[in-house]
């Protein structure tokens, strides 16, 4: 009996990309911010004044005061809202075709976005009246710039979204993407 490869279900990844960014920023403006107070004390022979007041209220402060609880429960906000974005599925980058009659249901059929506009670019650099195309992917909308030379742009604008739609209508696509061209 012959073994036929089927590929593994399409597993959706937490987007990490927010909570690393802000945590990059963070230790980025600190690395510049320790950067500078070395610099000034090797300079200087003492941190800076700004960094020395921050220094002598921190071990004046008490833990108990409106400053310290104002600052902690900032930080408790920002701790959550990054937990709550490092376990939020990220968005698929690609669009769901619909599966071949046979095919099993529990199976998920992606086509990359990349792939998707590179064939429609494709497709349009060789359309009449084209120059140049140029073909993004936002959501559920289909986003073309058209850069073409043609006397009269509105009926070429209508007769490529008519037909772009067509051609993506007959992917098979579960949802068909809005399409929304833009001559230059």
């Known amino acids: ?15 990490r990309t927010i909570p690393v960014t802000i945590l990059g920023v963070l230790l980025v403006a600190g690395g510049v911010v320790a ?24 071990t004046t402060g008490s833990w108990l005061s ?3 609880l104002t600052i902690a429960i900032v930080v408790g ?13 990220g968005r698929t980058s690609g669009v769901f ?19 998707l506009t590179g064939w429609l670019s494709r497709w349009l650099d060789d359309e009449d009246g084209v ?5 993004r992917r936002r959501g559920n909308t289909l986003k073309i710039e058209v850069k073409t030379d ?3 742009p509105e009926v070429l604008r209508e007769q ?6 067509d051609r993506v209508d007959s992917l098979g696509l579960e949802h068909s993407p809005n399409v929304k061209v833009r001559l230059r």
Not at 1 to 15: E, K, Q
Not at 97 to 115: C, F, H, Q, T, W
Not at 160 to 165: A, D, H, P, S, V
Request: proline share 8%.
């Open 97 to 115: 075709l619909k599966p071949a009659e046979g095919a099993p249901d529990d199976r998920e059929i992606v086509m990359d976005n990349s792939d």
């Open 77 to 89: 906000v920002i701790a959550l809202l990054l937990v709550m974005c490092a376990f939020k599925p």
């Open 131 to 135: 120059s140049s195309s140029s073909v």
């Open 150 to 152: 043609v006397n009269d």
């Open 1 to 15: 009996m012959s073994h036929r490869y089927m590929s593994p279900p399409l597993v959706r990844r937490p987007s």
């Open 66 to 68: 409106d400053i310290a």
């Open 35 to 58: 950067i500078i107070a070395a610099i000034h004390r090797l300079q200087h022979g003492a941190l800076p004044q700004w960094l020395a007041w921050a220094r002598g209220y921190l």
């Open 160 to 165: 490529l979204t008519t037909r772009i739609g």
